[in-house]
Structure formats: C-alpha cells, structure tokens
C-alpha cells in the first residue's frame, strides 16, 4: 500500500504534452485486484472525495476569484460512477481528455496554466497504477499558484493512491 514517486511512463501520452521548463511529477501504488477497467479506477479516484480534499478546493476556490481564474465550483461537474466514461464529460470536475484501455487523461486550461493528470497502468492486468500531473505554467500567477499548491498536490495524490489500494484490497 506504499505510494511511490516514480518516473512517468514510457507508454504514457502525456509525454506528448511534456516541454522544456514544464511540472511533472508521477506517484504510484499496487493494487490487489487487476484487470478493472480504467475508467472504473480513475473514477474510484477522484469520486467522493474526502472533506478535508473538498474543504481545500473550496480555499482554493475562494483565493482564485479574486484573479478571475475558473473555480472547481464553476466547472462542469459529474459524481455519478458509470461504467463508460466519454471525452469532454467531467469525472467529478476533472474534464475527460482522452481514454484508452490502460489510460485516462484528465484536465483543462485556463490564463495561468494548462494542467493534465494521466491515471496509467502499463497492462490491463497490471497492479501498478500510476498517477502523474503536468502543469505548464503561462505566465507569473501561474507560477506562482504552483509553487503554493505543490504541497497541498502531494498530500492530494498521496491520500487518493492510498485509498484506491485500500479500496481494491483483496
């Protein structure tokens, strides 16, 4: 149940997105069950999140009005699990990329920074899952809205990896 740091992977298509300069960090964590469907993993993730996640968003939200930055509040939104997920439709506020059989890619863009988050695994039989987030920064408030949320990033991606692999304990 141990979230490691690791390196993003090769066969990941948020490489496509990675340049000169970008955020990109990658967590992962084994899970006991194999073979679920992406889709129902990147779900398990990001729906229902605990209160101190959401109480976070909501500071968050509060701050980013101020410099007319979107707000979680104000986004698309959809908590309801489903068994097919479709491009352009929010997994709670997360806007649905792209979907293959082993990953997911989140995100959206905004004035201060475009943002992305891969939920990958190599195989469909794999029990590595791994969580990574881009972030290409546009301008000063961006760079500076990273540098404050970082921490506040790793504990996040932390707490979900853990989750997941508690959740999907045999």
């Not at 069950?33 to 605990?50: D, H, M």
């Not at 701050?63 to 489903?82: E, I, Q, S, Y």
């Amino acid at each position: 149940m141990a979230v490691t740091k690791t390196k993003l992977a090769s066969g990941s298509a948020l490489h496509h997105f990675v340049q000169r300069g970008d955020f990109l960090d990658c967590y992962s964590v084994e899970i006991e069950r194999t073979g679920l469907p992406i889709e129902e993993i990147a779900q398990r993730i990001f729906i229902g999140l605990p209160v101190w996640i959401n109480a976070l968003l909501a500071a968050r939200d509060l701050g980013v009005t101020l410099f007319g930055l979107k707000t979680t509040a104000k986004l698309p939104k959809n908590n309801d699990r489903r068994t097919a997920v479709e491009v352009g439709k929010p997994i709670n506020f997360f806007c649905v990329r792209s979907v293959t059989q082993n990953e997911i890619i989140l995100g959206e863009d905004d004035a201060h920074l475009d943002f992305k988050i891969a939920v990958f695994r190599e195989t469909e039989n794999s029990n590595r899952i791994s969580l990574a987030t881009w972030v290409h920064t546009h301008n000063r408030l961006g760079r500076l809205y990273l540098r404050t949320i970082s921490r506040f990033h790793v504990l996040i991606v932390n707490s979900r990896l853990r989750a997941l692999s508690r959740e999907l304990a045999a």
